[in-house]
T-cell receptor
């Protein structure tokens, strides 16, 4: 069965600093990988996705993520965070035959002024 | 494109009552998904429709839960004899048939509180 681990429950970053959120997945074949962001009381917004090809993918709001097969990782990065980036971030994985996404438990991002 | 909509946004009910939630997917999206999210956790997959056919159900979907999509457009999720453990955010998502099937777009969710 596929699974996702987000090792950091909370991360605090100063505004303007760089950000990296970690995601490790378990899946037997080439996965489909996603990052979603959730603001309080809201649904999930798709930030970016990886299906195949270039392992560095660009998303919305200045985010990018890098797929590293050897490390089973799909870490999310942003060079300079803004106060509006404070939210919950979820990594998710799907296989080719599985239509439901498997999510990690999320990382709560706090932005310090 | 108005996005995925869900109704109601909030529902408070007493234990033992039945509740029904509605999801309207993005137009022309033939795939529709239901997830449940409890506090401090990521969403958990419940069930999936392609058009009107329910193709996959998680073991999380107990006999008290039923989902329908009768005309392949909107979907309903009913919980019978609610329990306090059913308190959660219920999320709906949809995806386009020509896109990668796993690229899902989520609605704002329905927050259920069972007292």
């Amino acid at each position: 069965a596929q699974s996702v681990t987000q090792p950091d429950i909370h991360i605090t970053v100063s505004e303007g600093a760089s950000l990296e959120l970690r995601c490790n997945y378990s899946y037997g074949a080439t996965p489909y990988l996603f990052w979603y962001v959730q603001s309080p009381g809201q649904g999930l917004q798709l930030l970016l996705k990886y299906f195949s090809g270039d392992t560095l993918v660009q998303g919305i709001k200045g985010f990018e993520a890098e797929f590293k097969r050897s490390q089973s990782s799909f870490n999310l990065r942003k060079p300079s965070v803004h106060w509006s980036d404070a939210a919950e971030y979820f990594c998710a994985v799907a296989g080719g035959g599985a239509d439901g996404l498997t999510f990690g438990k999320g990382t709560h991002l706090i932005i310090q002024p | 494109d108005t996005g995925v909509s869900q109704d109601p946004r909030h529902k408070i009910t007493k234990r033992g009552q039945n509740v029904t939630f509605r999801c309207d997917p993005i137009s022309e999206h033939n795939r529709l998904y239901w997830y449940r999210q409890t506090l401090g956790q990521g969403p958990e997959f419940l069930t999936y429709f392609q058009n009107e056919a329910q193709l996959e159900k998680s073991r999380l979907l107990s006999d008290r839960f039923s989902a329908e999509r009768p005309k392949g457009s909107f979907s309903t999720l009913e919980i019978q004899r609610t329990e306090q453990g059913d308190s959660a955010m219920y999320l709906c998502a949809s995806s386009h048939p020509s896109g990668r099937r796993n690229e899902q777009y989520f609605g704002p969710g329905t927050r259920l509180t069972v007292t």
